[in-house]
């Protein structure tokens, strides 16, 4: 969903410095922006830039890419909370070195974040450190899990084989036909024919 999008400025001039300009994002096509989209519009932003894309990654986000391609020295790209814009500091860091090239600024409604200020700058490195930490404990967390999932016999060994291939291939030893074996161990004819002619 996207609210009135960028236009080009009058006669090729540059845009008037000082807009505010908003970005909201959600992971999933079923989450709503309206919350987002409400923040941004009374904090005062012209344009609102919405989509519904994963912020695993900035690859596709294209109305992400249109907003900081759009912004102007002194304009302000604004959002709700820094994740919206990124989920891992190399990417956030990349989209603030961008945005600091071209003189826009970066700010958060739900945190104190400014990159116009230095205490906003310092709150944002320190912000997305912390970010990073969590995320790299919750994967540690998920891996140990796994690892006591694999000791403990649960999940990650594979199904059980459901046929006992030992005894099929002992039937078959005593001249049961495959046909009977496949009566005897409740199983069908055809994983019967498929083990013996593996054997």
Do not use: W
């Not at 000791?151 to 099929?168: E, F, N």
């Amino acid at each position: 969903m996207t609210y009135s999008a960028p236009s080009a400025a009058t006669n090729g001039a540059p845009a008037p410095a000082g807009h505010l300009y908003g970005y909201a994002r959600v992971s999933t096509k079923d989450q709503d922006l309206a919350i987002q989209e409400a923040a941004l519009r009374a904090a005062g932003c012209e344009v609102i830039r919405s989509e519904k894309k994963s912020g695993a990654t900035t690859a596709n986000r294209t109305e992400l890419e249109t907003l900081i391609e759009f912004a102007r020295k002194g304009d302000t790209i604004i959002v709700t909370r820094i994740d919206r814009l990124a989920r891992s500091i190399a990417d956030l860091a990349a989209i603030v070195r961008t945005l600091e090239a071209k003189g826009v600024a970066l700010r958060a409604t739900e945190q104190p974040i400014d990159t116009a200020t230095a205490a906003g700058r310092c709150f944002l490195q320190m912000l997305g450190v912390f970010a990073e930490f969590e995320t790299n404990l919750r994967r540690e967390r998920q891996f140990e899990g796994i690892e006591k999932a694999k000791a403990k016999g649960d999940v990650y060994k594979g199904r059980p084989p459901s046929i006992d291939a030992t005894r099929v291939k002992a039937l078959r030893a005593e001249g049961v036909g495959p046909a009977e074996i496949a009566r005897r161990l409740g199983i069908g004819r055809a994983s019967v024919y498929r083990l013996l002619g593996a054997a």
